[in-house]
């Protein structure tokens, strides 16, 4: 999911279930996953579609609050 759906859907009410997780492909970053209810879930993209990938927490944590996303768990 880009960036400007998570905003649009977040203004518009949606709640996800939001985690932070290790990148399987690369344990030296962090990706996104947003989980909704019947069994849909995303990865946050980049305008080429391509899971967008963050090298700390520190990164992430305000890019997630500019989003709109209030509450994450993180997987380690």
Request: aromatic share 10%.
């Amino acid at each position: 999911m880009k960036r400007e759906d998570v905003k649009r859907r977040t203004a518009e009410g949606v709640l996800f279930d939001t985690q932070i997780m290790v990148n399987p492909a690369n344990t030296a970053e962090w990706i996104v996953f947003f989980k909704k209810d019947a069994g849909r879930s995303f990865f946050l993209v980049d305008e080429a579609e391509q899971v967008e990938t963050f090298v700390s927490l520190d990164e992430l944590i305000p890019e997630l609050r500019m989003l709109g996303i209030k509450r994450v768990e993180v997987q380690l």
